[in-house]
């Protein structure tokens, strides 16, 4: 593409949904708050739900880790990259989810970019089949997924070239729909977010369980927003419907609760010794760097044995939609810590987030393409750390850019 084209494109961006502001933060985005552009605000979108990546805890084993291993793992884990660092951290996440083992990538997204086609993609087609009838069948398979699922399932399941159906959101009529029209397919694999990235909902990991089991198909979880959050012992969406049984796969990140960078995928032993040699971004590339595996682990000993900071974040949650609703705000369906304000014209969500942060609150508006078009809100987030004074003075806020923005 040349230049003149790349300009023409970005004005058009520019002209009809305002090119999006990336914002600078000087320092920690850690904490509820942060400096932008040399002043003072509170931040409300950040994923560290639990207020672990600054911990001082992390830190020190960062650090020790750095001075044993320096700074990256010298190739990918089937060739020089799989350093005991690595092999220590997906045996503590799979004790954190209550599964057999657990792989890692470098992200979330990889994780579902690699593991949706390595589950799908024909020769392999039938790995699914395998695990459940211990044969390779070497037919078509089709994948169901709910329409608000996060964009690395969509570019897994493009990548994947399997047959698709999209249900609608959280619609098990659909689904249903989908599952009975689908009996030529030998491998059927239902994929959902536990809890939805843009409108934080729970999905109806119960019933979708129930269908698949009558329908003979497998599921596979994204908890990216769920792990540490959901259920008593913060395992997630299962944990959090009390499923006995696991969802075959469960994909999850390190980049939420856990504070810091990489994607996981958790299930049976099996599975996870076949996504070793299937997944391609997994094989062919580096790891998660070893001073951020040895963070991670300390950041998930802390999650599991402090119960207290998934307890002070649910309050503030309570709080929070309790007194957006006493003043009319709609948070869509929002169940958790996501909790989205409807704005629905892109630019005026432009004009909502930037009077915010004039008034000291960080609160980047979310837009197409992380949502359909004039479906723009801001997408706000809580942390444990939050109190109940900052929580005020943002409905306080909110309430005044309003009155002035109508929206
Ligand atoms: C539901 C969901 N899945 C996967 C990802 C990708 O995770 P990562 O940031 O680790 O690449 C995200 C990230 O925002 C997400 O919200």
Aim: some cysteine; charged content about 25%.
């Amino acid at each position: 593409m040349q230049s003149k084209e790349l300009r023409s494109i970005l004005d058009f961006i520019d002209e009809k949904i305002t090119y999006p502001d990336i914002f600078s933060i000087e320092g920690a985005s850690t904490n509820p708050e942060v400096t932008v552009g040399g002043k003072k605000v509170l931040i409300f979108c950040s994923n560290n739900y639990l207020s672990t990546a600054a911990d001082k805890r992390i830190k020190e084993e960062m650090i020790k880790a750095v001075n044993i291993y320096g700074m990256g793992s010298g190739g990918s884990r089937l060739i020089s990259g799989n350093i005991s660092i690595q092999e220590q951290l997906e045996k503590k996440i799979a004790k954190f989810k209550g599964t057999e083992d657990a792989i890692t990538f470098s992200t979330g997204y990889m994780a579902n970019t690699g593991v949706i086609p390595a589950l799908l993609t024909p020769p392999v087609t039938s790995a699914l089949s395998y695990l459940k009838n211990k044969t390779f069948l070497r037919d078509k398979s089709i994948v169901f997924s709910d329409e608000l699922n996060h964009a690395s399932i969509v570019d897994g399941i493009r990548l994947s070239k399997a047959e698709k159906y999209i249900y609608q959101h959280k619609d098990m009529a659909d689904l249903e729909k989908g599952l009975k029209s689908s009996k030529k397919y030998k491998t059927r694999l239902i994929i959902t977010d536990g809890v939805f990235s843009m409108d934080g909902d729970i999905a109806p990991l119960d019933e979708i369980m129930a269908l698949a089991k009558k329908y003979n198909a497998s599921v596979m979880v994204d908890d990216a927003h769920s792990t540490g959050i959901l259920g008593e012992k913060g395992q997630g969406t299962a944990e959090h419907f009390k499923i006995p049984h696991h969802p075959e796969i469960t994909m999850g990140t390190f980049t939420k609760v856990f504070g810091g960078v990489g994607g996981f995928v958790a299930g049976s032993k099996e599975l996870i010794k076949y996504l070793r040699v299937t997944a391609r971004t997994y094989i062919f590339s580096a790891p998660i760097p070893p001073a951020i595996a040895a963070g991670i682990i300390e950041a998930i000993e802390i999650v599991a044995t402090e119960p207290q900071r998934r307890e002070k974040l649910w309050k503030n949650v309570h709080y929070f939609k309790e007194h957006l609703h006493q003043n009319g705000f709609n948070t869509l369906g929002s169940e958790t810590q996501i909790i989205p304000i409807f704005i629905g014209d892109e630019k005026k969500a432009v004009k909502v987030a930037r009077r915010l942060l004039e008034l000291g609150f960080f609160t980047p508006c979310v837009r197409w393409p992380a949502v359909s078009h004039g479906q723009s809100r801001l997408r706000l987030t809580l942390m444990s750390e939050h109190t109940k004074e900052q929580i005020d003075s943002l409905v306080k806020a909110l309430i005044q850019v309003r009155t002035e923005i109508h929206f």
